[in-house]
């Protein structure tokens, strides 16, 4: 299924940007993409940290294929790190989670399109295809709601919040949503526990919240994995 946005010129893909954490399904990926468009600029990173590093004067991605589930990301918070980076690069995501409100969520954040990542090569070669002709390619199956619902939007708003995290941040948030207490979390980042409650009192203003409670439950709504979703009006309280 392919979707004609905005009327759009052909997209020029030369290079090539594939984040993905699974070594052999990137370097598959990125076989693939360099006999499909003959491209010998086809850069692999295995993180987004990785990823956003191979971005550079020598290095300008036209097509980005970024895997959702990155270990140093959580929910949409990774795809909007990509496009505040590369605002006019489409970024086509692929994902074992292909749920219509994750594909949803991302396409109302701007993504070119979505895969599932047991996707067979005919249907990656049509959603190839369709992003170089400037249209947007959506998964056989997936039924788009006629507008974004309101928690496509609470769930981008929490994936902005998340995105603004530190590295060691996000580290720390994601242990607290593990339940770990803070003197766990001290040892397992060999910090100082006084440190690791300095950094979550900063991640909890950063993310609007008071405890580390109400941070676990903002960042498990916003996850994307099929784990529970805030009520629309227990999000606005927690974002207001």
Known sequence: MSKK??????????????????PLYCDALAS?????FRSKSVRKATSLKEGLRLVGARFQPDLVMLDLKLPDVTGLSGFLKVKDRLPDVPVLVISAESSD?????????????????????????????EIREGRRFLPPGYIPSKRPTRTD????????????LTPQQNRIMKLICAGKPNKQIAYELSLAEATVKAHITALLRRLGVNNRTQAAVLVRSASLDGGPYLSDSDARALLS
């Open 101 to 129: 409100e994750t594909i949803g969520a991302l396409l109302t954040a701007g993504a070119a399109g979505f895969i599932p990542k047991d996707a067979s090569h005919r249907v990656l070669q049509h959603a190839l295809t």
């Open 5 to 22: 946005s905005d009327p759009q010129e052909q997209v020029v893909i030369r290079s090539i940007l594939v984040i993905d954490d699974h």
């Open 32 to 36: 693939t993409l360099e006999k499909l």
């Open 153 to 164: 939007l609470t769930v981008q708003q929490i994936a902005h919040k998340i995105a603004d």
